[in-house]
């Protein structure tokens, strides 16, 4: 994703506040290559997590004016403009793994209902979505931080999952790449499949690990 995101980041910068856009760009990946200093002091697992995930936003943002040697603007427009971006960069570049699309295809083609739950704020999720050309595959939620009021995906953040659903959790089948929420997600009672395209771990809890791809869960489901 980062290098489409921060291409279509630099132009709309560009476009908005001058300079070229491969100066804005390169702004954002200097931040991107730094991203941890920006949080340092924040805990998105926290009891205020979600505020310190708009802060974090928020910082991000602001010091892409502060490398250019552009004025920042007022903390409204700034606010507004972090909180715009991650949708409008996400929906104008195609990141999905050419294996999940189809994927994607066969199993909403087989009667899944499919939803999203992710550590992105909603409209960057939705944003993904739409520039994989997938977000009518998915008739399901899209559980978000920021709808769920917590950062982790813990047990709570998956039953709110299955409510905003309208659904029992054990009708849910969890696909993720983290341990930690695939143990969330179990034992909010769903069931769960852990993808690792990089290695994998030495445990999982999860009832089918996958590796590389997602091919194996059509043959897993039946399809």
């Not at 040697?69 to 991650?86: F, Q």
């Not at 189809?102 to 087989?110: E, G, K, M, S």
């Not at 929420?181 to 445990?203: E, L, S, V, Y």
Request: charged share 25%.
């Amino acid at each position: 994703m980062h290098p489409c995101y921060s291409r279509v980041y630099g132009e709309l910068m560009a476009e908005r506040y001058g300079l070229t856009p491969d100066i804005w760009t390169q702004a954002n990946r200097r931040i991107v290559a730094d991203w941890d200093s920006y949080y340092a002091d924040l805990d998105l697992g926290g009891e205020d997590g979600i505020a310190h995930m708009w802060e974090g936003l928020f910082r991000t943002t602001r010091a892409m004016f502060r490398i250019v040697g552009v004025p920042e603007p007022s903390r409204e427009e700034l606010t507004a403009l972090a909180r715009e971006v991650p949708g409008y960069a996400t929906s104008r570049c195609d990141a999905f793994y050419p294996d999940a699309k189809n994927v994607i295809r066969c199993l909403a083609d087989a009667g899944y209902v499919l939803g999203l739950v992710t550590h992105a704020i909603e409209v960057q999720a939705r944003g993904t979505l739409q520039g994989g050309d997938m977000l009518a595959h998915f008739r399901g939620p899209i559980v978000s931080p920021d709808r769920t009021d917590r950062f982790n995906k813990d047990e709570t953040f998956f039953a709110l999952a299955a409510r905003f659903a309208s659904t029992d959790p054990s009708r849910c089948l969890v696909v993720d790449d983290s341990t930690y929420a695939i143990r969330g997600a179990k034992r909010a009672g769903m069931h769960t499949i852990h993808i690792c395209r990089f290695g994998a771990p030495q445990h999982t809890p999860a009832h089918l690990l996958l590796k590389g791809t997602l091919k194996g869960l059509l043959p897993y489901l039946g399809i």
